[in-house]
Nanobody
């Protein structure tokens, strides 16, 4: 599956943004979808994930309560609604897809996601 992310930009602290990721291919609903982020000099961070049906989600502690991941399998789209943004949320955000089964979303890691979008930059000013 090929992924195309969009929606990044510059926003003030406390503001919100919605990232979108559109996938090509007929098997979109067979993938777990996630968002990672990476800021300079840091490792790529696992931010959020959503199950194939959309019934289960995972959030990193750093974003829980502020970010919401959702998906629309009919439109091959996964969204990340980001509210109450903080300067430390500044990063390049990547959507990704993986086909791992039998593992909790919280236990997935970078290597479990095999398809990646190109990244979209989110900058939060203080």
């Amino acid at each position: 599956v090929q992924l195309q992310a969009s929606g990044g930009g510059l926003v003030q602290a406390g503001g919100c943004l919605r990232l979108s990721c559109v996938a090509s291919g007929r098997t979109f609903s067979s993938y777990i979808l996630s968002w990672f982020r990476q800021s300079p000099a840091k490792e790529r961070e696992y931010v959020a994930a959503i199950s194939r049906s959309g019934g289960m989600t995972y959030y990193a502690d750093s974003v829980r309560g502020r970010f919401t991941i959702s998906r629309d399998n009919a439109k091959n789209t996964v969204l990340l609604q980001m509210n109450s943004l903080k300067p430390e949320d500044t990063a390049v955000y990547y959507c990704s897809a993986g086909a791992r089964i039998g593992v909790r979303l919280a236990d997935l890691s970078l290597s479990d996601f095999t398809s990646w979008g190109q990244g979209t930059l989110v900058t939060v000013s203080s």
